[in-house]
């Protein structure tokens, strides 16, 4: 019912950006937050950003060179990604909350993921 569609991850090395993209669409009357986040390999799932109305939170770890933005208009979400670490390399989702159209449901949708890939 509702789909997500990232895009922007790739290979980069350590110092340089990348800026993710994800836009929702579907039977969607609105959505409360959008955020993203990372999952390495043998680690957890864990929270990158999110965004909701005109609050923001990050991960102590990427405060001050990630920044989540919204358009509103479009149902999109971004994460420009600055300073890149090798660390920063992981799997990276897209999550978005909101409601349906029909009877206004509440939904939880991720994307597929996106690759980010720093090297040193």
């Known amino acids: 019912q509702v789909q997500l569609v990232e895009s922007g991850g790739g290979l980069v090395q350590a110092g340089g950006s990348l800026r993710l993209s994800c836009a929702a669409s579907?039977?969607?009357?609105?959505?409360?937050?959008m955020g993203w986040y990372r999952q390495a390999p043998g680690n957890q799932r864990e929270l990158v950003a999110t965004?909701?109305?005109?609050?923001?939170q990050y991960a102590d770890s990427v405060k001050g060179r990630f920044t989540i933005s919204r358009d509103n208009a479009k149902n999109t979400v971004y994460l420009q990604m600055n300073s890149l670490r090798p660390e920063d390399t992981a799997v990276y989702y897209c999550?978005?909350?909101?409601?349906?159209?029909?009877?206004?449901?509440?939904?939880?949708?991720w994307g597929q993921g996106t690759q980010v890939t720093v090297s040193s």
């Open positions: 999550k978005t909350e909101g409601y349906l159209a029909i009877f206004r449901n509440p939904f939880t949708s």
């Open positions: 579907g039977d969607i009357s609105s959505i409360s937050a």
């Open positions: 965004v909701s109305g005109v609050r923001t």
